[in-house]
């Protein structure tokens, strides 16, 4: 039985069908690529100027049966305590890096090929784009995607709103206990007091828990969290007074 296929013209019109269909999958892409910049930009101008009413992660804690308990507070309302707190414990370099810490990735490989305990390399950057736009990768598969495109929003937001803005989101939105977002609610909730008030110790507590809220109390600190709290204390004294700006001089 001949091929149908050792026609020249069948040949030539099955490789027509399947060029269109490949220009047609690129043309698709193009425009959903185009549609997700433009809807992220127009997202991300309208958070420089606009508190986020929830977070992804906000919304799954919701439907995990933990209620949700916010108060968002300008810059200005919240203690430089916790600021220099807050960079002390999660970034050193927030203000002279571009959203991406080269040496401090490379520094948290080598401690990870050493030790059980592993730490990140994210900057607060990195933490405030997914904190504020992405989900939480409980999967391979939904961690991978979320590093995908975690830099892209990292760029977006170093751009698009400063450094002064970015902090101002990250303690607005992150989260401190289950079902607690932000320093205002944070403070009530871990010392009944507003997060403009809160004192050296309070604010190390709270940069001490933030990697792991959920496990870390920083209201009722184990060994681990008063130990790290004090560390960060210590690394405090080296980061600049934050109350106007973080990172202008």
């Known amino acids: 039985m001949d091929d149908p296929l050792a026609d020249p013209l069948l040949r030539s019109s099955t490789t027509r069908r399947r060029g269109g269909l490949i220009r047609r999958s690129l043309r698709w892409l193009g425009r959903a690529i185009l549609l997700f910049v433009a809807i992220t930009v127009v997202l991300a101008a309208i958070y420089r100027i606009v508190p986020p009413l929830l977070t992804p992660l906000m919304v799954i804690r919701l439907f995990e049966g933990n209620w949700i308990s916010k108060d968002w507070v300008p810059y200005e309302e919240i203690s430089p305590n916790l600021v ?18 080269f040496t401090a990735i490379q520094k948290a490989l080598r401690h990870n090929e050493k030790s059980r305990r592993l730490r990140g390399g994210s900057t607060i950057s990195n933490q405030t784009a997914k904190n504020t736009f992405l989900w939480p990768g409980d999967t391979t598969v939904t961690r991978y995607a979320r590093k995908a495109v975690e830099p892209y929003f990292t760029i977006l937001i170093e751009g698009m709103w400063g450094k002064k803005r970015i902090l101002e989101v990250y303690l607005n939105v992150v989260e401190w206990a289950p079902g607690v977002y932000g320093a205002e609610a944070a403070a009530q909730h871990h010392f009944h007091k507003s997060a403009a008030e809160l004192s050296r110790r309070e604010a190390a507590l709270l940069a001490a828990a933030l990697p792991n809220p959920r496990k870390y109390n920083a209201g009722k600190p184990g060994a681990y969290v008063s130990r790290r709290a004090g560390q960060i204390q210590a690394q405090m004294n080296d980061v600049a007074d934050p109350t106007d700006d973080p990172c202008v001089r």
């Not at 203000?95 to 991406?100: I, K, L």
Request: net charge negative; proline share 0%.
């Open 84 to 101: 220099r707190a807050v960079i002390a414990a999660e970034d050193a370099g927030f203000c002279s890096h571009w959203g991406f810490d």
